[in-house]
Structure formats: structure tokens, C-alpha cells
T-cell receptor, first 112, second 116 residues
């Protein structure tokens, strides 16, 4: 059972465009929602994260939007660049536990 | 500044063989994890260790065993490898307290395992 559902599986965006990746969850005990970025041949690395008491968090060109009532959160990449081409994973952690559950990933390609 | 170190980086096994993937972290983190990454499946948790001396099953523990040797090291063992265990394996560590709040995972570079 996939606890964190992620879409789309792949995404092609023109340079300068906006990339949007969506995730949905069912477990209301989740209390921390990070996004990880993975380049080919490397391990994932934390990109940005949000707690459920905040509706939006922005770091540079990267923004997380969080909708607690809909149990959805999304990553927006503004002014997308070829260097942003990578696989992006949303994730969630349950309060009181160390276990982190990941979505299935989105492969982003930014074309010049 | 090594972070999380995994060995080996590549391994080819025959069905039924056994092997151990090694992982060590130098960040004094309490928690360590083993994930496997397969196309279209994302990262799936195999086992994790919230602190030294404890281990817990994740989503896909069957066919694997783990040992938290000390605070630094967390190994993953395949007792009788099967082709379905062909995957890229990632070890990670974190210093989250597990009670509430952030839990930032630091990943190793991965170990690519092929079972023939």
C-alpha cells in the first residue's frame, strides 16, 4: 500500500518554465514532509521540507504548497533550469517514529 | 567529511548466494536506514534502526536481515539472494529525535546489486 502517492512519473519543462510535482497522503499522523532531489548515480539529498502547520514554504526558486484539509502537498520549481534535471521524491514522517516513507519519484527534464 | 559510506558500490551474485552490504556514518547520528530503489517504485524502506541496539522492519523486509553493530555501522545481509533482490540499495542516517519535528536523512551513494 503506497502511503504517499506522487505524480507525475515524469515531466518535461522548458527552461524558464514552472515545474509542478504533486503528492497526496492518507495518514494524518504524518508530521513532517520533505522533498528530496536525486541526480543520476547519486543518493537523494534534502531539498526543502515543511511541517503541516504551515501552508507554504519558499527557498529560492523552490516552493512547497501544503493543503492539510485535502492531504496534499506539492513542489513548485520556478524559472526551471537544465541543472534542475533530476528525480524528485516527496516523503513523509509519522510523529513519534523515525520511519520516513517516500513517494515513487518524478523524473524532471528541463530542456533549453 | 565522509558522511555515509556504503560498500561495495557494485556486486553481482548468483541466486542463492549470500552477501552483506556495509554502511558507516561519521555524523554521530542516532538513526540509520536501508532503502531499496527500483524503477517506478521509488525508495522503499527495508529496515531501520532508530537508535543503537534497536532495529525495526520497514515496508519490504522479507529476505533481508540487519545488524546495528554500533552507533556508526548498520549492515544489511541477504542470506539467499534472489533475482527479485536486484536493485540499488541506499543506506541513510539521521539525527531526528523521532518524537516530533524534522528528520533529515543523509544518504550514501548507493550499492548496485545484480542477482543472476
Amino acid at each position: 500500500q503506497q502511503q504517499v502517492k506522487q505524480s507525475p512519473q515524469s515531466l518535461i519543462v522548458q527552461k524558464g518554465g514552472i515545474s509542478i510535482i504533486n503528492c497526496a497522503y492518507e495518514n494524518t499522523a504524518f508530521d513532517y514532509f520533505p522533498w528530496y532531489q536525486q541526480f543520476p548515480g547519486k543518493g537523494p539529498a534534502l531539498l526543502i521540507a515543511i511541517r503541516p502547520d504551515v501552508s507554504e514554504k519558499k527557498e529560492g526558486r523552490f516552493t512547497i504548497s501544503f493543503n492539510k484539509s485535502a492531504k496534499q502537498f506539492s513542489l513548485h520549481i520556478m524559472d526551471s533550469q537544465p541543472g534542475d534535471s533530476a528525480t524528485y521524491f516527496c516523503a513523509a514522517k509519522s510523529g513519534g517514529y523515525q520511519k520516513v516513507t517516500f513517494g515513487t519519484g518524478t523524473k524532471l527534464q528541463v530542456i533549453p | 567529511n565522509a558522511g555515509v559510506t556504503q560498500t561495495p558500490k557494485f556486486q553481482v551474485l548468483k541466486t542463492g548466494q549470500s552477501m552483506t552490504l556495509q554502511c558507516a556514518q561519521d555524523m554521530n547520528h542516532n538513526s540509520m536506514y536501508w532503502y531499496r530503489q527500483d524503477p517506478g517504485m521509488g525508495l522503499r524502506l527495508i529496515y531501520y534502526s532508530a537508535s543503537e541496539g534497536t532495529t525495526d522492519k520497514g515496508e519490504v523486509p522479507n529476505g533481508y536481515n540487519v545488524s546495528r553493530l554500533n552507533k556508526r555501522e548498520f549492515s544489511l545481509r541477504l542470506e539467499s539472494a534472489a533475482p527479485s533482490q536486484t536493485s540499488v540499495y541506499f543506506c541513510a542516517s539521521s539525527d531526528g529525535d523521532g518524537i516530533s519535528g524534522a528528520n533529515v536523512l543523509t544518504f550514501g551513494a548507493g550499492s548496485r546489486l545484480t542477482v543472476l
